[in-house]
């Protein structure tokens, strides 16, 4: 049985470690936090108390980590992973990070004979628990070809995007664009609720229209529009507003590096930004940005 060391187990890196205890690999799991190690051992993984013990006898490391100092930290430097496995070892890092972090492991990982690919997902945690999550793969052909039965295990889209880093900029653009249609939505959908329709009915409307996009179709930021999504939960769970605000300064930061125009990137970076000035709610997820659009309690209605 192929072992993997897995780093992170939030709330995507769990349900991808929990499917490849599902598609027969043995995953020897580490994580800061003893909950979602807990988790994880109760899905099959082997919990380990700390990334020495996970790494014995894993060919392959796969990580999920919420931010390019995590990446960094975890492979580069002497002490970091890099320095402890052994050549032709197959390293999957899926976190969402700068394409020139990305590059920096990619760079490591070569002067050690250590096969490297960043490949950073979308498809959100129902995706993760599915195996259905869009796989957006930087580096060499052969090294994906070498990854692609375990990433299938994870995910249903497999997509080459380029060279070291290029996983990482196909994910900056995905998430920009998410968040513009995300805030569109929002928008939209509050703009009818106040003219007095319902949000089921206009969203039926708006999906069989030129309007129709991810957000509306899967991820209705309406509270009682869809079942089964965060918005139906008290925004519970899913991607979080710091992650989406995290993603698109790093968007941000790309477009300022190629002299890009990404004017409506800016407005729901600025959006998000708002709508995260509290605690509270830089941990509810990315849709409850409706929240930005609704009347105040009481405000006059026509």
């Known amino acids: 049985m192929q072992k993997i060391a897995f780093f992170g187990l939030g709330n995507m890196g769990g349900p991808m470690a929990a499917n490849l205890v599902k598609a027969g690999y043995q995953v020897a799991a580490f994580d800061l936090n003893p909950t979602a190690l807990a988790q994880a051992q109760r899905e099959g993984c082997l919990p380990c108390e700390n990334s020495e013990q996970a790494l014995e006898g894993a060919g392959i490391v796969i990580s999920m980590l919420p931010s390019g100092n995590a990446v960094k930290g975890l492979y580069l430097g002497e002490q970091g992973l890099l320095q402890q496995l052994q050549g ?69 889209k497999i997509f080459h995007a380029g060279g070291a880093g290029a996983g990482q900029v196909a994910k900056i653009c995905n998430n920009l664009l998410l968040a513009v249609h995300m805030t569109g939505t929002a928008e939209a959908l509050q703009l009818g609720v106040d003219k007095g329709l319902d949000p089921r009915v206009l969203s039926e409307i708006m999906r069989e229209s030129s309007g129709n996009n991810w957000s509306l179709a899967h991820y209705n930021p309406f509270p009682g529009a869809m079942e089964n999504v965060p918005a139906a939960n008290g925004y519970c769970g899913g991607f979080s507003v710091a992650l989406m605000l995290k993603d698109l300064r790093l968007a941000m930061d790309a477009a300022a590096g190629s002299a890009s125009s990404t004017p409506m ?4 970076e600025n959006l998000y930004q708002l709508h995260g000035a509290s605690a509270e709610n830089q941990q509810l997820d990315f849709s409850s940005i409706q929240n930005m659009f609704r009347r105040p309690a009481g405000a006059l209605t026509e």
């Open 88 to 156: 032709d070892t197959l390293v999957i890092d899926c976190s969402t990070v700068s394409a020139e972090d990305a590059c920096l492991v990619h760079e490591a990982a070569r002067a050690r004979g250590i096969r490297a690919l960043d490949a950073p997902v979308s498809g959100g945690t129902a995706a993760a628990i599915a195996g259905t999550l869009c796989f957006m793969c930087g580096g060499d052909t052969a090294t994906i070809d070498a990854a692609r039965v375990l990433l299938q295990a994870m995910g249903s």
């Open 265 to 268: 990137g800016a407005l729901a």
